[in-house]
């Protein structure tokens, strides 16, 4: 009798003991287990310059794909590992300033921006004016931020190359008309690791960019009416080999075709 009712203590006690010993949750997933919304870029390779977005909801402990995937473009020379939520990754090419490679990982979604006064986003949004520019220049203190020149004075802004209005500065360009933040190298944290990096609209089906991320007008669209700055949304982009091996440590979607 002492027997049979010692065995399902015995039995609990082994059971708690290995519960105690799993490896714990990833470290660098609960930098993001309060996203409510994740876009997903996935590429062939570290070389593709095109890719599918995907954009998905929590449900529960897992994602809920919205919408149909489309088509995307990346950086000309592919993409490379980036600085974002994870922790810095060597098992790749890692992004610099000039590359012309999109980062790759985990990274926060940051403001909205356009040509226009408002438009149609959850995200926090900043009409973009003839003297706002995105420094990406390593030097400058202002490395990677968005500042408006005619009331910032310091050294190097001059020779930042990033207006975020392309329509003034470079021949009625569109491409910065819609599109958000990417929040790679935030800060500048990384000296000459990257800079402006942001989801914005292509010049042409199929063009690759200069590291950012890239879609058609029909696409951002949607996308940005979805987004929700409350939701603490997160943008992945990574090459297929590399999305396997990550995704179920990083709790990131299953891909469903």
Same mark, same amino acid.
């Given at each position: 009798?002492?027997?049979?009712?010692?065995? %399902?203590?015995?039995?609990?006690?082994?059971?708690?003991?290995?519960?105690?010993?799993?490896?714990?949750?990833?470290?660098?997933?609960?930098?993001?287990?309060?996203?409510?919304?994740? #876009?997903?870029?996935?590429?062939? *390779?570290? !070389?593709?310059?095109?890719?599918?977005?995907?954009?998905?909801?929590?449900?529960?402990?897992?994602?809920?794909?919205?919408?149909?995937?489309?088509?995307?473009?990346? &950086?000309?020379? &592919?993409?490379?590992?980036?600085? =974002?939520?994870?922790?810095?990754?060597? *098992? +790749?090419?890692?992004?610099?300033? =000039? *590359?012309? @490679?999109?980062?790759?990982?985990?990274?926060?979604? +940051?403001?909205?921006?356009?040509?226009? /006064?408002?438009?149609?986003?959850?995200?926090?949004?900043? &009409?973009? +004016?003839?003297?706002?520019?995105?420094? !990406? #220049? %390593?030097?400058?203190?202002?490395?990677?931020?968005?500042? !408006?020149?005619?009331?910032?004075? /310091?050294?190097?802004?001059? @020779?930042?190359?990033? %207006?975020?209005?392309?329509?003034?500065?470079?021949?009625? !360009?569109?491409?910065?008309?819609?599109?958000?933040?990417?929040?790679?190298?935030?800060?500048?944290?990384?000296?000459? =690791?990257?800079?402006?990096?942001?989801?914005?609209?292509?010049? /042409?089906? +199929?063009?690759?960019?200069? &590291?950012?991320?890239?879609?058609?007008?029909?696409?951002?669209?949607?996308?940005?009416?979805?987004?929700?700055?409350?939701?603490? %949304?997160?943008?992945?982009?990574?090459?297929?080999?590399?999305? /396997?091996?990550?995704?179920?440590?990083?709790?990131?979607?299953?891909? @469903?075709?």
């Amino acid at each position: 009798m002492t027997i049979r009712r010692t065995a %399902p203590l015995l039995l609990s006690l082994v059971l708690a003991t290995a519960c105690a010993h799993r490896a714990p949750a990833n470290a660098e997933a609960a930098h993001w287990a309060n996203a409510g919304q994740l #876009v997903l870029v996935t590429t062939a *390779d570290w !070389d593709a310059t095109t890719g599918t977005l995907r954009y998905f909801e929590r449900a529960g402990a897992g994602w809920k794909q919205v919408d149909k995937p489309f088509d995307v473009t990346v &950086g000309r020379t &592919g993409t490379a590992w980036g600085t =974002g939520l994870h922790a810095p990754r060597s *098992d +790749g090419p890692v992004k610099r300033e =000039g *590359d012309g @490679k999109a980062p790759a990982g985990v990274f926060a979604i +940051g403001t909205a921006f356009g040509y226009a /006064a408002s438009a149609r986003t959850g995200l926090d949004y900043k &009409g973009m +004016g003839s003297n706002d520019w995105c420094i !990406d #220049v %390593p030097e400058s203190t202002y490395y990677n931020k968005i500042i !408006d020149r005619s009331l910032v004075k /310091a050294p190097h802004l001059d @020779k930042s190359s990033e %207006p975020m209005r392309r329509d003034i500065h470079v021949d009625g !360009d569109q491409r910065y008309r819609e599109g958000f933040v990417i929040e790679h190298n935030p800060d500048g944290a990384v000296a000459n =690791g990257g800079s402006c990096i942001f989801a914005h609209l292509w010049k /042409a089906p +199929g063009e690759a960019t200069a &590291g950012c991320t890239a879609m058609a007008p029909g696409n951002m669209a949607p996308l940005l009416a979805w987004l929700d700055a409350r939701k603490r %949304p997160v943008f992945v982009e990574l090459p297929q080999a590399q999305y /396997a091996q990550l995704r179920a440590a990083w709790n990131l979607p299953e891909i @469903k075709e």
